[in-house]
């Protein structure tokens, strides 16, 4: 069993930053790779970025490549989401989640997520 605990949302303006974390429980965090997804009000959640259990090469979605950087430390079991240039439009709750199988957590089908952190972006 893996819980997930995300933190770091808040209100920013566009332009600005943020640091989202999540923590994990348990001691196989470092089996597991992770990802970050999100939900705006009205819409379906989708995918962000993802980051496999050693970390190497990260995926991320199109609508945020560039502006964004997905990280991991396995000896703190948080996985990282720093958000640039931020939008009105990356307004959305923000969820981590994890899956054994990196494929499967790009594609959403992930055993573990969080209960999501609120990012609001202001023009």
């Known amino acids: 069993q893996v819980q997930l605990v995300e933190s770091g949302g808040g209100l920013v303006q566009a332009g600005g930053s943020l640091r989202l974390s999540c923590a994990a429980s348990g001691r196989t965090f470092s089996s597991y790779a992770m990802g970050w997804f999100r939900q705006a009000p009205g819409k379906e959640r989708e995918f962000v970025a993802a980051?496999?259990?050693?970390?190497?090469?990260?995926y991320y979605a199109d609508s945020v490549k560039g502006r964004v950087t997905i990280s991991r430390d396995n000896a703190k079991n948080t996985v990282y989401l720093q958000m640039n240039s931020l939008k009105p439009e990356d307004t959305a709750v923000y969820y981590c989640?994890?899956?054994?199988?990196?494929?499967?957590?790009?594609?959403?089908?992930?055993?573990?997520w969080g209960q999501g952190t609120q990012v609001t972006v202001s023009s």
């Open positions: 989640a994890a899956h054994h199988v990196l494929s499967a957590v790009v594609a959403g089908h992930n055993d573990y």
């Open positions: 980051i496999g259990w050693g970390g190497g090469t990260p």
